[in-house]
T-cell receptor, first 113, second 112 residues
Framework: DGGITQSPKYLFRKEGQNVTLSCEQNLNHDAMYWYRQDPGQGLRLIYYSQIVNDFQKGDIAEGYSVSREKKESFPLTVTSAQKNPTAFYLC????????????FGEGSRLTVL | KQEVTQIPAALSVPEGENLVLNCSFTDSAIYNLQWFRQDPGKGLTSLLLIQSSQREQTSGRLNASLDKSSGRSTLYIAASQPGDSATYLCAVHHFGNEKLTFGTGTRLTIIP
C-alpha cells in the first residue's frame, strides 16, 4: 500500500543527545514536510522540502536539521540545541508544494528524560 | 497573516444526528482548503480537499463547503456514528505562502 512510514513510533532521549526520526514515502511525492504538535496548539511547521537536495526552514526550525538526499526519504534530526524537544512529530508529503493534497504519517512521539 | 479559527473547540452530539463543524479564515486569497481527522495519538487523515474554484466536495457521509468571500468552510457529517469521534482540523493554503495554516481543531464526541 502507498503511504508514509514514520519510525520509531516512540522514542526516549536523554538531555544532550541528538536523535533522528525517519520518514519514508512511496507515493512518488515531490514535497515533504515535518510538523510538530503540542497539546493545545496547532501544528507548527519545522522544515519542508520541495524537491530532492532542497529544503527550507519553517516557522520553528531552530534546534532541528533535515536532509533530502532521496525523493522517498526526509529524516529529521532533533539536536541538543532544541530547548523543548518533547512533542509529537508528524511527517507529511504532497505531490507538489503548492495546491497539493497533504498526506500524513502516523507520527513519532519523542520524550526527553 | 492568515489566521484559521475553529469554533467550538469541543462538541458532543448523540449518535444519528447530523452535525456541522466550522472553519473560518481571515484572508480569502487561497489555493485550497483541506479537512482532516485525527484520532488520539495518531497522524492526520485527509478527508476532503476543496480547491479555491470549487464550492463543495462530498465523500460518503461527509460534505465540505467553501465560501471564500465570507472566509468560511463547513464540514457536514450526516447520520453521525461513534466511529466519527475524533479531532477535526481544517487547513488553508494561502496565495503567496508555501505553507499550510492549520486551525487548532474541534474535538468531536458522538454519544452512543
Amino acid at each position: 500500500d502507498g503511504g508514509i512510514t514514520q519510525s520509531p513510533k516512540y522514542l526516549f532521549r536523554k538531555e544532550g543527545q541528538n536523535v533522528t526520526l525517519s520518514c519514508e514515502q512511496n507515493l512518488n511525492h515531490d514535497a515533504m514536510y515535518w510538523y510538530r504538535q503540542d497539546p493545545g496548539q496547532g501544528l507548527r511547521l519545522i522544515y519542508y522540502s520541495q524537491i530532492v537536495n532542497d529544503f527550507q526552514k519553517g516557522d520553528i526550525a531552530e534546534g532541528y536539521s533535515v536532509s533530502r538526499e532521496k525523493k522517498e526519504s526526509f529524516p529529521l534530526t532533533v539536536t541538543s540545541a532544541q530547548k523543548n524537544p518533547t512533542a509529537f512529530y508528524l511527517c507529511a508529503s504532497s505531490i507538489e508544494l503548492v495546491s497539493g493534497e497533504l498526506f500524513f504519517g502516523e507520527g513519532s512521539r519523542l520524550t526527553v528524560l | 497573516k492568515q489566521e484559521v479559527t475553529q469554533i467550538p473547540a469541543a462538541l458532543s452530539v448523540p449518535e444519528g444526528e447530523n452535525l456541522v463543524l466550522n472553519c473560518s479564515f481571515t484572508d480569502s486569497a487561497i489555493y485550497n482548503l483541506q479537512w482532516f481527522r485525527q484520532d488520539p495519538g495518531k497522524g492526520l487523515t485527509s478527508l476532503l480537499l476543496i480547491q479555491s474554484s470549487q464550492r463543495e466536495q462530498t465523500s460518503g457521509r461527509l460534505n465540505a463547503s467553501l465560501d471564500k468571500s465570507s472566509g468560511r468552510s463547513t464540514l457536514y457529517i450526516a447520520a453521525s456514528q461513534p466511529g466519527d469521534s475524533a479531532t477535526y482540523l481544517c487547513a488553508v493554503h494561502h496565495f503567496g505562502n508555501e505553507k499550510l495554516t492549520f486551525g487548532t481543531g474541534t474535538r468531536l464526541t458522538i454519544i452512543p
